[in-house]
């Protein structure tokens, strides 16, 4: 039996984990492969990534969306905003989140629309985006937000607004908010 244990570790220690690779049938690698291409922004990357947006994974659309957001770059909404409306929630979770890491305020119409989304978690993301933005429109869809039915919405859009407006006197109400704001 001890014989076969310093064998069987270095076979263990031999066999690493996932590497990053774009044409691996693991999303996983593709995605770690996507990283790797976050400070090349070359066109023919820049034309993989958006490759990568159709990708059937969610987590290598979530990858590509990270990689677009940390160029900071505006032009880049195009490809962003039709992954609001993606199957998954991770996606249009990391799509508001990439809106306002492009710097693009031209998003802000779909995000207020992406506070009609069925997914709580996707909702919140898109009132963080909202309020990074601090514009009057987006703050008026604060004020609507408070009144969502699921509590750590309204409870999330109530707290942005305190923290954009600087009032923690305000109750946490649509009316009250829109009284608070005229």
């Known amino acids: 039996m001890r014989s076969f244990f310093w064998p069987a570790l270095l076979l263990l220690a031999a066999c690493g984990g996932p590497n990053a690779n774009l044409k691996s049938a ?7 492969g996507e990283m790797e291409l976050k400070d090349r922004s070359d ?3 820049t034309a993989e990534v958006v490759s990568l947006l159709e990708d059937p994974h969610f987590l ?3 990858g590509a969306l990270e990689v677009l957001a940390s160029r900071g770059r505006p032009e880049y909404l195009q490809h962003v905003l039709p992954k609001l409306k993606h199957k998954h929630p991770f996606v249009r979770q990391a799509a508001c989140a990439a809106v306002v890491s492009l710097h693009a305020e031209e998003g802000i119409p779909d995000l ?29 869809a604060l004020v609507e ?6 509590p750590s919405v309204s409870y999330m859009a109530h707290r942005l607004l305190c923290t954009a407006t600087k009032r923690e006197d305000v109750p946490q109400s649509r009316e009250a908010w829109a009284q608070a704001l005229k």
Do not use: C, H, N
């Open 26 to 32: 693991d999303p996983y690698e593709r995605y770690l």
């Open 43 to 45: 066109a023919a990357t």
């Open 60 to 62: 290598v659309v979530v």
């Open 112 to 140: 207020i629309k992406t506070l009609q989304d069925p997914e709580p978690g996707v909702r919140r993301s898109a009132l963080k985006a909202l309020g990074a933005f601090g514009k009057p429109e987006a703050l008026r």
């Open 145 to 150: 937000a408070v009144a969502d039915k699921e």
